[in-house]
């Protein structure tokens, strides 16, 4: 009988991605500990139980306050950096096996990270091609308690996530606006920005809604989805969209066109190399005529096919669900712990 694990998660609190998926990790698994670690944006410390998290309101917690988190732990997951790369070297002294969970476009290259975890979960099979030694291919669930499927039946309402805008322009939202003025289709476009954006393109069909929209209305408005990202490896939200029922409108490149069926894909235009602070990776250049190409194309779709694609996202969302992931992870810990 397998031993019942006390794990620990390394978790930030605000409304980032990476923020959403520490606390979506949290509801859905057994954490016996989180470490919450404070970032550049609002936090809100109180969605974590208060008994249960030890706060590092200075974004880099010390090597105290580690080796107090560790202590009667048998496994601990971070997400895309333990914040203080010392962390995986107490771990290993104090006997407690770590993850991480990396994340393509952030995480630092092996050859760089001053230390490394016992063992590398891997959200997309292009985190897991980009890495060696113990490894495992570990996608994320989407919370479909909380995202809903909606089935969408038509193609009058697309929405855009632009968030914190993603680095370097990363989430493509001065091509969108581009392309935007060449779409002739009677259609509504909905933005959402938590940063102020340039209005210079003025068009009566956009609707931009400025700040951070509850989560548990994020899905709820609209019909289609566009997630015209240059590059990343992980995109819950895609996932969520998917949860909620919407045909999703992305680039076809890697890791999308490994998820999504071609119809729900348009060409970029090239692919390049972007230096990020940590590391080089590939991205590609978007054409705004191809995305509104793109856009008439789900226009102008009988209701019938925008049904059938809405559906199609719920099957996709099924495989992705905590459901079906939950004993995954719960298996990967016990692996870690006895060294497998």
């Keep these: 009988m397998s031993k019942k694990l006390k794990v620990g998660l390394v978790a930030r609190a605000d409304n980032s991605g990476l923020g959403i998926l520490s606390w979506d990790l949290s509801k859905n698994l057994d954490f016996d500990k989180i470490m919450v ?15 249960k998290t030890t706060i590092c309101d200075r974004g880099i917690p010390s090597l105290y306050e580690i080796k107090t988190f560790l202590e009667g732990l048998d496994v601990v997951l971070t997400l ?26 952030w995480t630092p290259p092996q050859k760089k990270m001053p230390s490394e975890p016992d063992m590398y979960l891997c959200p997309t099979q292009l985190d897991f091609d980009t890495l060696w030694g113990n ?46 003025q060449m779409v002739k289709a009677d259609v509504k476009f909905i933005i959402r920005t938590q940063v102020p954006m340039d209005e210079s393109i003025r068009d009566s069909r956009i609707e931009i809604q400025m700040g951070e929209v509850d989560y548990d209305k994020l899905w709820k408005e609209g019909d289609i989805y566009i997630h ?75 209701n019938e096919k925008i049904k059938e694609l809405s559906n199609k996202s719920d099957e996709l969302a099924k495989e992705m669900s905590w459901s079906k992931l939950k004993s995954v992870y719960e298996q990967t810990f016990q692996e870690l712990y006895e060294g497998k």
Excluded: C
Excluded at 37 to 51: G, I, N
């Design 228 to 302: 015209a990202h240059k590059f990343d490896g992980l995109s819950l939200p895609l996932q969520e969209a998917l949860s909620a029922g919407y045909p999703v409108i992305a680039v076809d490149r890697d890791p999308y066109n490994t998820i999504l069926p071609k119809e729900m894909l348009f060409k970029p235009d090239a692919e390049y190399e972007v230096q990020l602070p940590l590391r080089s990776i590939k991205a590609v250049t978007i054409n705004p005529r191809t995305l509104a190409d793109k856009i008439e194309e789900f226009a102008a779709m009988p």
């Design 80 to 105: 895309e950096t333990p914040y203080n790369w010392n962390f995986y070297k107490i771990a290993r002294e104090m006997g407690v096996k770590t993850a991480l969970m990396v994340m393509y476009e």
């Design 135 to 180: 490894k495992k291919l570990v996608p994320v669930p989407v919370n479909r308690r909380e995202v809903e499927f909606k089935e969408r039946t038509q193609a009058k309402t697309f929405i855009f996530n632009n968030g914190h805008g993603g680095y370097g322009g990363r989430n493509s939202l001065q091509e969108f606006l581009y392309a935007i």
């Design 37 to 51: 670690v404070s970032a550049e944006y609002p936090t809100d410390f109180e969605r974590y139980d208060e008994e």
